[in-house]
């Protein structure tokens, strides 16, 4: 079992950053897809974007050029660089560790406020 602990969320002004981290606990981090998801009130959560076990990425088209993921094996532990944020990114941010035979895992979320 894997537990996810995000941080890093909360209020910046529009054109701004944030940096998202999610801790990872046990030793089999390395062979996860980690990836970032956010949900807004009333809607289904999406995927912001994944970085697989071997380091390819995909990004959903809204957060090209502006967010940037990365994971450090040694550390447990994935990055979410957020960029020239704009209103439309306010929502709570999710961290997910995937592996197609171990399970799916889910952090607690942490709340991203864009706003002036």
């Known amino acids: 079992q894997v537990q996810l602990v995000e941080s890093g969320g909360g209020l910046v002004q529009p054109g701004g950053s944030l940096r998202l981290s999610c801790a990872a606990s046990?030793?089999?981090?390395?062979?996860?897809?980690m990836g970032w998801y956010r949900q807004a009130p009333g809607k289904q959560r999406e995927l912001v974007v994944v970085i697989t076990s071997a380091g390819m990425t995909n990004y959903v088209d809204s957060v090209k050029g502006r967010f940037t993921i990365s994971r450090i094996n040694a550390e447990n532990t994935v990055y979410l660089q957020m960029n020239s944020l704009k209103p439309e990114d306010t929502t709570v941010y999710y961290c997910?560790?995937?592996?197609?035979?171990?399970?799916?895992?889910w952090g607690q979320g942490t709340q991203v406020t864009v706003s002036s």
């Open positions: 046990g030793s089999r981090f390395s062979i996860y897809a």
């Open positions: 997910n560790a995937n592996h197609t035979y171990l399970g799916s895992y």
